[in-house]
């Protein structure tokens, strides 16, 4: 077991001292073994006696290994270092005072550490810990000049990492500008030298310890020093955070002519273009270089959102003529474009192919489900269906979604009773799951049997008072299919209080503050839903309460957002059609 903290690697054992405790441990069972057992003719022998005085508890190196292993596997790090720093005084073993350093730094001892500190000097002065220890307690107790000469010591050793233990140092500060002022006294050019990772990770901790303007200095410098992929990368994130995109887009490019089949770069690169809008420039930037399951999934993503069919078009194209072996993952992801390029049938095979041991084996035969019933082809969507219930046994997260998804395609060809009694039937065999009972509930609603929806939503209340989608559903239903506005009024606000950033209730609490007749508070609320969620239905609440407070210009503007969402929607339909005609 190992525990980070402040980047110290904490260790529960090490073999030199487990070896000890281990000794002990094997002694005493040889004892209890001994003991427990008896040879079957006793033998008449005289033996001399020998007495061996007891080793007092203060002095029992392994007992004390074994007590402050066993605190550390308790997590008791506090506990731990007291037993290590106890040990470290009888031990000749460097790697005991090691970890009782470390322990007390992480519990923030100081006095303690400076003792285990003292110790792990005496028997290993030329460690790189030992330095770390000393500074990071030089630190803890003010001493920022003493500090600072350990980090000197530190910055200035020859080997590659030589930064690493100061980076921890100053990390671990609790005064972060203090440890800012620390490192650009440290981070000279003199003592960063010729390695540019060096000045970009400099410049990267000075922007971790909130000085941006040195890693702005430092970033600068390393640029015009070097000027390799790396320096341009993070040149673009700092020019990100000032929020200057064209300046990020333009140095990630100058990044990726120097390096252009680093995947780190191109994924960096798409993730800047998505932020600023250009989807599509995202799928291309990964086009170029080497591809595996995860970029073309990120190629898929971007390109999806883009809705750019030609680059869809592309992505399919290139994975089908790839060689390389196509693991469950590339096969679903194959399905997946095909259906967004409208191959359905292509779809269907490459969903078949997907192996029974992937992960993504079940989600393969839903889609392939919803494939064949789009087709026309109802009987063999329900055998497709029953197929995978076989597969996923009787009581299962699978089981409920198959349910779903057969209610599902049932109501979408307006036969609303039978996904009920689907419904129902999933409900008798999973005794009242809630995803079912709540999808019941909305679709009793749907048609009108609101009394038989409520019964359905407060069971789900019964078992679960603080379900946010069930108070949230039957306060709006109350509210808006009935006149009982301060019962809903109640659910709502219950809701709202456990979920208080959701849209749908945001919206749900401006609908029955209008049914309340508070009109300026039910703008107030839907306005604020439609900035989170601007879909036609919040904006056929938001139109609706804006008409009747005498807002008809800007209702006719909201509405009209709406129909761009979806032009569809019943709601908004309705609403306009009630109001405005």
């Given at each position: ?70 605190a550390l ?34 519990v ?23 330095r ?12 920022v ?32 500008s ?12 003199e ?70 089949e ?57 994975m ?81 979604d198959?349910?779903?998804?057969e ?28 995803r ?5 509930a909305?679709l ?47 659910l ?19 609908w ?5 007749g508070?009109?300026?508070e ?43 969402k ?16």
């Amino acid at each position: 077991m190992q525990i980070d903290l402040f980047g110290l690697r904490v260790k529960s054992s090490t073999p030199r001292w487990r070896a000890m405790a281990g000794t002990a441990l094997a002694a005493a069972l040889l004892v209890l073994s001994a003991c427990a057992s008896s040879p079957k003719r006793p033998r008449v022998v005289e033996v001399q006696r020998q007495s061996v005085a007891p080793v007092p508890r203060e002095k029992d190196l392994p007992l004390m290994l074994i007590g402050a292993e066993y605190a550390l596997q308790k997590n008791d790090l506090a506990a731990a270092a007291q037993g290590y720093v106890d040990a470290a005084g009888l031990s000749p073993d460097p790697a005991i005072a090691e970890q009782a350093t470390r322990l007390a730094l992480a519990v923030k001892q100081w006095p303690l550490a400076k003792t285990a500190l003292q110790r792990w000097q005496a028997l290993d002065p030329k460690a790189v810990g030992v330095r770390q220890a000393s500074a990071w307690i030089a630190l803890a107790e003010g001493e920022v000049e003493r500090a600072y000469a350990e980090l000197v010591a530190l910055a200035e050793r020859p080997d590659k990492g030589r930064w690493r233990p100061v980076a921890q140092v100053l990390l671990g500060a609790a005064d972060k500008s203090q440890a800012s002022n620390l490192l650009a006294r440290l981070a000279t050019p003199e003592r960063l030298g010729d390695q540019d990772l060096d000045w970009v990770a400099m410049s990267q901790l000075a922007f971790k310890l909130d000085d941006k303007a040195l890693a702005e200095r430092l970033s600068a410098e390393t640029l015009r020093r070097f000027k390799t992929a790396d320096d341009y990368a993070w040149s673009a994130q700092l020019a990100l955070d000032r929020g200057e995109k064209e300046a990020a887009r333009a140095r990630y490019a100058e990044a990726l002519k120097r390096d252009p089949e680093s995947l780190r770069l191109r994924t960096g690169y798409a993730a800047l273009l998505a932020e600023a809008g250009d989807n599509a420039g995202a799928a291309r930037a990964l086009d170029a270089g080497k591809q595996t399951d995860v970029v073309y999934g990120a190629r898929a993503a971007y390109a999806a959102r883009a809705d750019d069919k030609p680059l869809l078009g592309k992505l399919y194209s290139d994975m089908q003529s790839d060689s390389s072996p196509r693991s469950g993952k590339r096969l679903y992801l194959l399905g997946q474009v095909a259906e967004l390029i409208g191959k359905d049938k292509q779809a269907a095979d490459w969903y078949r192919q997907v192996p029974e041991d992937d992960e993504r084996w079940f989600d393969a035969g839903i889609r392939t489900v919803v494939l064949i019933d789009k087709q026309g082809d109802a009987e063999a969507a329900l055998r497709k269906i029953n197929e995978l219930r076989l597969a996923v046994g009787t009581d299962s997260r699978e089981t409920v979604d198959l349910y779903l998804l057969e209610a599902d395609l049932l109501s979408r060809k307006a036969k609303k009773r039978e996904a009920i009694a689907v419904y129902t039937r999933g409900l008798e065999q999973l005794h009242d799951e809630p995803r079912l009972l709540y999808a019941r509930a909305m679709l009793y609603i749907e048609i009108d049997d609101i009394d038989a929806g409520e019964r359905d939503l407060r069971a789900l209340l019964a078992t679960d008072p603080d379900s946010a989608d069930a108070l949230n559903a039957l306060g709006y239903t109350l509210a808006d299919r009935t006149d009982r506005y301060a019962e809903a009024n109640a659910l709502i606000e219950k809701a709202i209080k456990i979920k208080p950033d959701e849209p749908a209730i945001i919206d749900s609490y401006g609908w029955v503050q209008y049914r309340l007749g508070n009109l300026d508070e039910a703008v107030r609320l839907l306005r604020k839903a439609f900035e989170k969620q601007p879909d036609s239905e919040v904006a056929a609440h938001l139109g609706e309460v804006l008409w009747v407070r005498g807002d008809r210009e800007e209702a006719r503007q909201v509405w009209e957002q709406g129909r761009k969402k979806d032009a569809e929607n019943k709601v908004l339909i309705e609403t306009m059609k009630r109001l405005a005609s």
